[in-house]
């Protein structure tokens, strides 16, 4: 402590020197770590660091001396001398600007962080001069820069301040310097203004361009979407007290010209400007623009985004000019002169977008890709926000500005940037839907909505349906990827096609019609050139192959191909997006055109099929396209059940429609039917669509046709059992049994209870079932294998198969009539009997664990009345059994990762059982809830089974959710008595939900929050004398302390709400008992600061207040923990 600051500086240099040393052990390391902190503690060590930063050249000395100084601002800065912090504010500024050009660009930012950091503390009271001074720095050209970023520090710091001011000083910054903003920002507007004009960029013409223009004046796309607005004379420049305000728009639009690039501005100007635009972008975020914002401002960075489309580096002062505006434009900022900026606004929107699409000299493949990512934002702002007070003007020239976003997005070179441009034209689909449903009661008013927009959403949805085929626009449907699946498991060829067909169906709701026909012919076209496939087809020892001529003829019918059947499937996927639109009141009038659609889909699927096309051999894109076609073809027949449930449902009484309806289904039948017979050699995902479609016609149609086609009937004979199918994948053996039993015992569809002949079809599920049961079950009964699990494992396979077929037949008819589930719990109970009896033989293979439970799940959710009670608690103990506490813990004591899936299937079954209804389930409650808190939640607390608490959270809330009344004494409700029913079940569930305040994790302790309020909501928990005697003051204390900590900032507002919620029972005993116990449980605060804080949170009783007042006590005591920290030891006493 007695060095010169030189000498400090050496030893200092020595130090760090050492430190740095890759030869230095840790142990010398952290001697060094403690002699530099002993440092900076010492009083004078800011004087030391001042002059380490004036002499010293060294990164990490410089690093070093700013972040003690950093550190004395905030956190010692109370106890600093007077003198010394005045000394200390007028030599860090001088300090900087002497050295600006010498510091390193990191030092010069922190220095003019710890600058500001003094302000926000001793501004305007101890330092006046603050904000004069940082002007005068920006107004000498020599430091502009430096100032401007201090502007900015400024705006982020003292705005959003940390815990080190009080909240009276938090909401003192915001005052003060909202008195500065209107000088800030002229101050801005002129140092913009000023390098406009000094190379004089962006100026205002008289001879401009304006919405009114002819097309061939912006640069023509082809398009005639404009044909509603009136005609006026543009020339005429009289005005009348009717003249709306888009009238003078349209009359008086300047433009902006550019005499010169970008390029001619040296690197400072552009470094000021971009400074200047930052400054403003962060202002924008806080400031009030209602009252602020000025037309001159806007224009000003208007001017500044076009720099974005020039050739040269200006995208970067583009960019940020966009952020400024794309700020202004989300807050649906309305200032006082409000016609005059809304004028502005469209002015300078329409501008920025022709130049950007139709100027010279623009080449939008070479724009910048951020520049382009924050225009879109922009103009997605624009249509959500402000467009709708345009487009009611019958002056507005809505197709000119379309045509220009039209232009815009199919010009998009990133296809990122293309799907942001469909969100754009999604949304204003959607609000030309919601102005059609707004006029239901009036047709006519509708009708002329769809004639004002018709054209706009005929070109988009011409050009859209233009886009994805690959005749159409092949170089970029061939480049996107359509080998590697994404998170959702798409390719990007599947994720190009899905949005762009979203886009189609969403203007078809508006107008099907063209859409419709438009991709008619497109099938019509397509399907021509596949149905042409077979004159390719030859035969040779490969098998059958697809073979073009070897010549140039050859490779332009092999691409014509490739392109037409690629569109075919495209086509097909785009027609089964669109079967809501022949359904319901439009059945009748479309109806011959979906019967042709129909027809047409089906001789696809059957034309593919009887060829066998998926076993040709070519090209693997050639080959793929094939496959799509066929899958697709597939699809769209399931799309369409909805209007074949219609059609049968149309037929019935006709016989002539009845004849109709059944050649439709048997060829659809036929045309898939063969993708499930043996030896075909099919593909798994076209064997999966084919028994999927099966599937969805008898869940759907549920005719007895079905059973009388002979395919149908021949697969319900099962002469091997439940390995009939095995020669297909286990998935689609599944989906099988499951379209089989649904055809066999779901209700038909129109018939008469009297006439679904139950007790037939229940002989006949019963034969199905067993047949297809009695392999799996003769292996569960041979002795052997219950003694030998090898031989057990041999039989996994099919035990897996057979445990998936039930669960998928017993989950079918969960919402079913009693009759359908009768049959169906007839037909499996035995089997079922032997699994639980046999459930300790599978216990090795945690696999087959899963399924039974998840069979088990399926039984009890769609089943459990014709379970019963016995059989339910039978499951339920040997589960319980299974699962001991031991027996958990020795499981997921070998492996914490991967093994407790199981333990989540078996509190998804609590959960479902603590939901039902009825008496029965409830004698199940009290064993159900020991094993969840004795077994369950000590494991999950052990292991750190965030998944296994989420489960059972949700449990425990079902559980009273569902059961209040098993904690309420009969005459609770009238307040006479204090009890209630199982005190203990009660409190332990309360201390799971408390506990849950007390992890870090985020998600818990949301849920625990939404907990509450639920049970609150539902069964006023708060109300309870339990909660309000012995739990209130623990849960808000406790969140309280979790407001102090800031453990759960993102949940500040939730936490809030909980606590006024609970206060609201009885503000009074929460104000004079638990505040001040509260406050009293916080450590490190003087008795004057407790009663200080208690008064600051006052009595208020509306929420608003309240939180409020709440936020300010905890940011308060914050603040005099970081003083009290700060101080001296002995300089105060704590109580």
């Not at 070479?366 to 103009?379: A, I, N, P």
């Not at 799309?639 to 449930?645: D, G, Q, T, V």
């Not at 998944?947 to 059972?952: G, H």
């Not at 909980?1058 to 009293?1080: D, E, L, Q």
């Amino acid at each position: 402590s007695n060095n010169t600051a030189g000498e400090s500086l050496s030893i200092l240099q020595r130090l760090l020197a050492e430190f740095y040393n890759v030869e230095t052990t840790n142990e010398r390391k952290r001697e060094i770590e403690q002699l530099l902190a002993n440092f900076s503690q010492q009083k004078d060590a800011w004087r030391h660091c001042i002059c380490f930063l004036n002499d010293a050249q060294e990164q990490g000395v410089l690093m070093f001396a700013t972040r003690v100084l950093e550190d004395i601002v905030n956190k010692k800065w109370i106890g600093v001398d007077a003198n010394e912090k005045r000394e200390f504010r007028s030599t860090l500024p001088r300090l900087l600007l002497a050295k600006r050009a010498d510091f390193p660009v990191f030092v010069r930012n922190k220095l003019v962080k710890v600058i500001v950091d003094i302000a926000r503390l001793d501004w305007p009271h101890f330092y006046p001069n603050f904000f004069s001074d940082m002007q005068e720095i920006i107004n000498e050209s020599s430091t502009t820069s430096l100032g401007l970023y201090m502007l900015l520090t400024t705006s982020e710091e003292l705005i959003r301040p940390r815990e080190n001011v009080i909240y009276s000083r938090k909401l003192e910054l915001k005052r003060l310097l909202l008195n500065e903003v209107p000088k800030i920002l002229s101050m801005l507007s002129t140092l913009l203004d000023s390098l406009l004009d000094k190379y004089q960029v962006a100026r205002h013409s008289s001879s401009s361009v304006s919405p009114t223009s002819s097309r061939s004046e912006i640069g023509s796309v082809g398009l005639d979407l404009f044909s509603v607005s009136p005609s006026y004379d543009q020339n005429d420049n009289s005005t009348t007290e009717d003249d709306s305000i888009v009238q003078k728009l349209l009359r008086y639009m300047p433009s902006r010209q550019a005499k010169s690039s970008i390029q001619a501005w040296n690197v400072e100007s552009k470094e000021i400007g971009a400074l200047a635009l930052q400054c403003l972008a962060d202002l924008f975020t806080w400031i009030p623009l209602s009252s602020l914002m000025t037309t001159s401002l806007l224009t000003t960075v208007f001017g500044y985004a076009s720099f974005g489309y020039q050739t040269g580096d200006g995208h970067q002062l583009g960019t940020l000019a966009m952020d400024c505006i794309n700020e202004i434009i989300s807050k649906n900022c309305i200032p006082e002169e409000f016609e005059e900026f809304l004028l502005k606004l469209f002015q300078e929107t329409y501008q920025l977008l022709q130049d950007l699409v139709v100027g010279q000299n623009v080449n939008f493949a070479k724009l910048d890709e951020k520049y382009l990512d924050k225009f879109t934002e922009f103009l997605r702002l624009f249509v959500n926000v402000h467009l709708q007070r345009f487009a009611s003007s019958p002056y507005f020239p809505l197709s000119k500005f379309f045509e220009l976003l039209y232009k815009y997005t199919f010009s998009q070179h990133h296809i990122d940037g293309y799907y942001a441009c469909l969100e754009i034209w999604e949304s204003f689909i959607r609000h030309v839907q919601t102005q059609i449903k707004a006029e239901n009661n009036n047709q006519r008013k509708a009708d002329n909505i769809i004639d004002k927009y018709r054209n706009i959403l005929s070109v988009i949805a011409t050009s859209i349906i233009k886009k994805i085929q690959s005749s159409e626009n092949y170089d970029q449907i061939e480049a996107l990827n359509n080998d590697v699946m994404d998170e959702e498991d798409e390719t990007d060829l599947q994720v190009f096609l899905r949005n762009n067909i979203e886009i189609i169906a969403s203007i078809s709701e508006i107008q099907p019609e063209p859409i419709l026909q438009a991709l008619f012919d497109l099938l019509k076209s397509r399907f021509d050139v596949f149905s042409s496939i077979d004159r390719y087809l030859v035969q040779n020892a490969q098998g059958q192959c697809i073979e073009f001529p070897n010549n140039q003829d050859g490779n332009y019918v092999k691409l014509q191909f490739h392109c037409a059947l690629r569109d075919l499937a495209t086509c097909i996927q785009a027609l089964g997006r669109m079967s809501e639109h022949f359904i319901g009141a439009l059945f009748v009038e479309r109806f011959q055109n979906c019967n042709t659609l129909m027809d047409g889909l089906t001789h696809v699927c059957f034309f593919a099929t009887k060829l066998q096309l998926y076993n040709v051999n070519c090209e693997s894109t050639l080959l793929f396209n094939i496959m799509e076609i066929h899958t697709q073809s597939i699809a769209a027949i399931q799309a369409f059940s909805p209007w074949l449930c219609q059609f049968y449902a149309y037929s019935q009484g006709h016989l002539d429609r009845q004849k109709v309806f059944y050649s439709l289904l048997n060829q659809i039948i036929e045309a898939v039917n063969p993708l499930l017979q043996k030896n075909t050699k099919v593909p798994e995902k076209l064997a999966y669509w084919a028994a999927c479609l099966l599937l969805t016609l008898a869940t759907n149609l549920r005719t007895s046709m079905l059973l009388d086609i002979r395919s149908i009937q021949a697969m319900t004979n099962l002469t091997s059992g439940i390995t009939t199918f095995d020669y297909l994948p286990r998935k689609v053996q599944v989906v099988i049994f499951k379209m089989l039993s649904n055809s066999i015992i779901l209700p038909w569809s129109g018939v008469k209870d009297s006439d679904q002949h139950w007790e037939e079809r229940s002989e006949k599920h019963s034969s199905f079932i067993r047949s297809a049961m009695s392999s799996f079950v003769n292996t569960l009964q041979n002795h052997s294998i219950q003694q030998d699990s090898n031989l057990l494992a041999q039989a996994k396979p099919l035990i897996k198969t057979t445990l998936m077929v039930l669960s998928n037949v017993t989950e079918s008819v969960t919402n079913e009539n009693m009759k359908s589930k009768a049959i169906t719990y007839k037909s499996i109970e035995s089997t079922i009997h032997t699994i639980i009896s046999s459930l300790s033989l599978f216990t090795p293979f945690p696999d087959l664990i899963s399924e039974i439970m998840d069979l088990v799940y399926y039984l009890l959710n769609a089943l459990l009345s014709q379970c019963g009670i016995s059989f339910t608690r039978q499951i339920l103990d040997t589960f319980m059994h299974l699962f001991s506490k031991q027996q958990l813990f020795d499981v997921l004591s070998k492996d914490r990762g991967s093994k407790h899936s199981f333990i989540e299937k078996f509190i998804r079954i609590i959960q479902l059982l603590v939901q039902k209804p009825g008496s029965a389930a409830k004698e199940l409650l009290p064993n159900i809830l020991s094993f969840c808190m004795d077994q369950l939640h000590p494991l999950a607390k052990e292991f750190h089974l965030l998944d296994v608490k989420y489960a059972l959270m949700d449990v425990l809330h079902q559980y009273l959710s569902n059961n209040w009344r098993y904690f309420l004494s009969s005459n609770l409700d009238q307040s006479e008595t204090d009890s209630v029913n199982n005190p203990q079940h009660f409190m332990a569930i309360m201390q799971v939900l408390g506990e849950a305040f007390l992890q870090p994790d985020i998600t818990l302790f949301k849920q625990s929050l939404e907990i509450l309020d639920s049970l609150n909501k539902k069964c006023k928990l708060y109300e309870m004398p339990i909660f309000q005697q012995d739990l209130i003051f623990e849960f808000t204390n406790v969140l309280f302390h979790a407001l102090i900590d800031g453990s759960h900032e993102l949940l500040q507002e939730e936490i809030t709400y909980t606590i006024y919620t609970m206060a609201s029972m009885n503000f009074s005993t929460f104000y004079s008992a638990y505040v001040p116990r509260m406050i009293s449980k916080c450590e490190m605060l003087t008795s004057h600061q407790r009663e200080r804080l208690q008064e600051n949170l006052g009595n208020s009783t509306d929420l608003p207040t309240f939180a409020q007042n709440l936020t300010m006590i905890v940011s308060d005591l914050r603040y005099y923990r970081l003083c009290n920290n700060s101080l001296p030891p002995g300089v105060i006493s704590f109580d």
